[in-house]
């Protein structure tokens, strides 16, 4: 798969956002991100594979101590291709809302040659 498939496939499991939104608040070994799940270590371990996958997590080593860390880069890129996508329904919307308004004048106007 291509890197931004990758990430949103790692995206769309709720444990994982889970676990991104953990790491944001800083660096965790595998048992402190397993504490809050009712999982074992090794659901928890298949989770992280797949977010060290898609490059949104990395891990160190310091000693026995193998901390895993947010990496940012990759939902940097899918807040750049949404951006896109926003951008054409802002385009959009602001359109329909033009002719919401015209139609909505018109019929003012209607409703005044009627009285």
Not at 61 to 78: F, G, I, M, N, S
């Amino acid at each position: 798969m291509d890197p931004l498939s990758d990430t949103l496939f790692a995206l769309a499991d709720p444990t994982r956002r889970a676990i991104l939104a953990r790491l944001a608040e800083g660096e965790a070994t595998v048992n402190e991100l397993a504490a809050p799940f009712e999982m074992s270590l090794p659901g928890v371990s298949k989770h992280l594979k797949i977010l060290e996958r898609a490059k949104l997590i990395s891990r160190g080593r310091t000693a026995q101590w193998r901390p895993c860390r947010l990496e940012t880069a990759p939902l940097q890129d899918v807040d750049g291709w949404l951006t896109d996508y926003r951008k054409l329904w802002d385009n959009r919307l602001d359109r329909l809302d033009t002719y919401v308004t015209t139609l909505q004048a018109s019929d003012g106007k209607k409703d005044e040659i009627k009285s």
